[in-house]
């Protein structure tokens, strides 16, 4: 095992699904055999705000925060927040972005607009960047309520983890019968990422 | 029984602190754990609820109440622990205070949860304070793993050195997980109830006695300091020492892998005499802690050098970045972790009232009466944001009403003064204030908003909502015979997205002379259940363009790219969103807004 710790970081906004990832990846870190920490502000979330958290594993996790620039993957939800998280991935790091914008009641005044195009703002930073347009994926496989575990799919491809691990704790977090559905949708995800 | 031959692995789970300091209480057999929602506590008592049904655990009125009935558990020789906010432990700063002096019959862990950064409090004070203040241990766990394990060390000390102990938590602690690995559940027995007066009764002749024993006991606790393995010397390069608690080691560590640490799971009273040594064998002595220089100023006293704030500054949550930035200043870091780019400025999203909230609906009918409107702590702070800024003040729990009575009696611009507290807040501490308003004859109208929760911690029960933090049917405090009780002659009940009938209440109430109340009903649009009515639509052949409804600032509204004849962009409504509460029908001056059950030409 590395001693390198690798930081994986998820934003979005309040409601997107972004800690159920989070908890997720954490736990499949730790089964995998990692220290793990996660972190994030819980609060004024729900209540539109941003959302970040931070996920990190290795051989021994000191801090719960990922260093500023120290991000080896992003995985944001939306468009905006991932030019927002910028900064904070390295010079090297990957990212994944689910292709949605979600518009403040903030933009409607004079002071700010939402950015053009965000996706291709992160692009010019990381030629690598995966776009994936997870509502219309999952709206394909029948049910748009699987965006978060379709981007862990897109994400899992940056990672060394096992699918049997990723599915055996997909299956415990996700809602009763719905666990085929959501593997299908962890696979789609996964299928996009490497295309 | 026979023991088993086999070696058992111990479960591990992920856990925030806050899960973990519950996992603690149920292994160190805590029996009954009492407090007040407030961001970063809440989950401690919530997870007792969910996963430890043998031990009694409830929400409290109060912080005050809280601290009390955990208070009398201990007295009765049971295990209890508080929660709280650290605003909260100033409503129980109270009791704390004089149990200091009483002790404890078994042990009584009270829970701080600190708020630096003010992620969703109104301050950022800093309650280790509390723990010299009164006089009684303070454990500060650095991670999830010691935020369980303290929990019995915790009743322990409590109970070896009869007295409350101080758990400080933060929220990177509180709300980050970690690994835990679970031990085992120790059953504690309920001693039952001693009369003892001389400790139980602080009258002024046996308080005074006991102050002595609270200083002999001090000694003896700084003693422990010295020996507690909670403390440890860690050795790495001499050049550097590092003394840290709480976040502040875990920070620390990350950034100076190779630095010796003096690191303290007791974080008060110090082990003075132990770092003293550790200082004598380093270079260069700093200290690693967030907020106010609580320790550095107590080791400045004991005459051992050391920086500190200087490195870490004094505001604030001391993340790697700021962090960095300190050490490298001082020297210490070779290079500053510099962010590979500069940060985009990217729109902000502040948190706004949800689509479909009640608060909304009623803050948009008080903004045209141009009144003075003191308000308080809750979802509807968020009312003083644009575009409905209509909340003027936010002090704390139940000031609304209390700042009310005071400006209405020195005021001179003649406009109508409100107090606006929400349900969960009025039933904390806003009824002692509108017997005052009654008591003293105030002109205020005070406003209950009464959405049925306690919204902003994420929903949870109080004394109004019919139900127990352990899922029990209770009796539902009735607010109108409550505030009529007090003594409130005007009191009117209206249904919030009823615009009319708001605004007609609020004019009979300000026309009212003396104090009045409306109390307006409406559940909270997400809790206990989300509502989901039908949405509405904005016809594009009629919407003109005036932002009237966006001015009510529903996230569910935003402008469209369609541009009206003179150049104006239209409104649509995210019906996905939209809950159906009708607001932006009501106000729509050219009936644009339509129910998206009717047909509307697209």
Redesign the interface.
């Known amino acids: 095992m590395s001693a390198k710790t690798t930081n994986v970081l998820l934003v979005g906004v309040g409601g997107q699904g972004v800690l159920l990832a989070s908890d997720i990846l954490s736990q499949v870190a730790m089964e995998a055999g990692h220290d793990a920490k996660k972190s994030e502000v819980h609060g004024m979330a729900q209540r539109g705000g941003v959302v970040s958290s931070h996920v990190r594993f290795g051989e021994r996790v000191w801090s719960p925060i990922i260093p500023e620039g120290g991000a080896d993957v992003l995985l944001a939800f939306e468009e905006a927040e991932a030019l927002r998280a910028m900064h904070l991935v390295a010079p090297d790091g990957a990212a994944v972005v689910n292709m949605q914008r979600i518009i403040p009641p903030i933009a409607a005044g004079k002071d700010w607009d939402y950015p053009e195009d965000p996706l291709a703002d992160v692009r010019a930073r990381i030629p690598g960047m995966v776009a994936v347009a997870a509502r219309d994926e999952c709206k394909a496989l029948g049910n748009e309520k699987m965006v978060s575990v379709l981007l862990l799919g897109a994400l899992s491809a940056s990672l060394d983890f096992g699918e049997d691990l990723w599915r055996k704790v997909i299956l415990a977090r996700v809602p009763k019968g719905t666990g085929d559905l959501n593997w299908k949708a962890f696979q789609r995800g996964r299928e996009l990422a490497a295309s | 029984m026979e023991a088993s031959p086999r070696q058992e692995t111990p479960l ?1 789970y ?1 856990l925030s602190g806050n899960e973990a300091v519950a996992l603690g209480c149920r292994e160190a057999g805590v029996h009954l754990g009492a407090g007040y929602p407030g ?2 506590s809440t989950e401690i008592l919530e997870t007792l609820a969910r996963m430890v049904p043998e031990m009694y655990v409830q929400w409290s009125p109060n912080e005050k109440v809280g601290l009390e009935v955990a208070a009398g558990a201990a007295m009765t020789g049971a295990r209890a622990i508080s929660t709280q906010k650290h605003v909260g432990l100033n409503v129980a700063a109270d009791p704390l205070m004089t149990l200091s002096y009483m002790g404890v019959e078994a042990g009584l862990v009270v829970v701080t949860a600190d708020d630096p950064e003010l ?2 409090s109104q301050n950022e004070q800093d309650n280790r304070h509390y723990a010299r203040f009164a006089k009684i241990p303070m454990l500060e766990p650095s991670s999830s793993q010691e935020a369980k394990d303290y929990v019995a060390a915790g009743m322990e000390i409590s109970e070896r050195f009869d007295t409350p102990v101080l758990l400080r938590l933060t ?2 602690i509180s ?5 835990v690995e679970a031990g085992t559940a120790r059953p504690v027995e309920v001693k039952g109830f001693r009369k003892d007066y001389k400790k139980y009764v602080m009258v002024p002749a046996n308080a005074r006695v006991r102050h002595a024993v609270v200083e002999e006991r001090l000694e003896k606790l700084r003693a422990f300091a010295e020996e507690t393995d909670l403390n440890r010397v860690e050795w790495g390069d001499r050049k550097l020492g590092v003394v840290a608690a709480g976040v502040g080691y ?2 620390a ?3 100076l ?1 190779g630095a010796s640490y003096y690191k303290l799971g007791l974080g008060w009273p110090l082990p003075l005499e132990g770092i003293r040594r550790f200082a004598a064998e380093v270079e260069r002595l700093i200290v690693i802690e967030e907020l106010d220089p609580f320790i550095e100023e107590q080791l400045l006293a004991a005459g051992i050098a050391c920086e500190g704030k200087a490195i870490t500054g004094l505001l604030g949550e001391l ?3 700021r962090l ?1 930035k300190g050490l490298a200043a001082a020297g210490l870091l070779a290079d500053a ?8 400025t ?9 689509p479909g909230c009640p608060h909304r609906s009623l803050f948009v009918s008080v903004k045209p009466k141009r009144g003075n409107i003191f308000g308080d702590i809750g ?1 509807y702070t ?1 009312a003083a944001l ?2 409905l800024q209509t909340i003027d003040t936010c002090l704390d729990m139940g000031a609304s009403i209390s700042t009310a009575i005071g400006s209405s009696k020195v005021a001179t611009d003649g406009k109508p003064i409100f107090a606006a507290i929400g349900d969960s807040t009025f039933l904390h501490s806003g009824m002692t204030g509108l017997l005052d308003a009654v008591y003293n004859d105030a002109n205020i109208t005070v406003l209950i908003l009464d959405n049925r929760v306690t919204a ?3 929903g949870q029960e109080h004394p109004a909502t019919g139900k127990t933090l352990m899922g029990k049917a209770a009796k539902q405090v009735d607010l109108p015979t409550l505030v009529k009780a007090i003594g409130v002659e005007h009191v009117q009940v209206v249904r919030n997205h009823d615009q009319p009938a708001v605004k007609a209440a609020l004019d009979a109430a300000i026309e009212h002379e003396g104090p009045s109340v409306v109390i307006a009903r409406a559940p909270c649009a ?1 809790m206990p259940v989300k509502i989901r009515e039908t949405p509405y639509r904005v016809d594009p052949a009629i919407c003109v363009g005036c ?1 009237t409804c ?1 001015r009510t ?3 569910a ?3 469209t790219g369609a541009m009206t004849a003179k150049g104006l962009r239209q409104v649509v409504i995210d019906e996905a969103a939209c809950t159906g509460c009708s607001l932006c029908f009501q106000v729509c001056p050219h009936d644009a807004i339509r129910l998206a059950s009717e047909e509307v030409p697209a």
């Open positions: 591990r992920l961001t970063p992620h969703s929220t990177r709300h980050s997980k970690g690994i875990v920070q560590r990350e950034l892998p993340t790697p970045g960095g972790p510099a962010p590979a780019s500069e940060a985009a990217v729109l902000p999203r502040p948190p706004v009232l949800c979802c968020l644009p575009p902003m911690t994420g997400l932002k966006l600032g529903c996230p509204l935003s402008l």
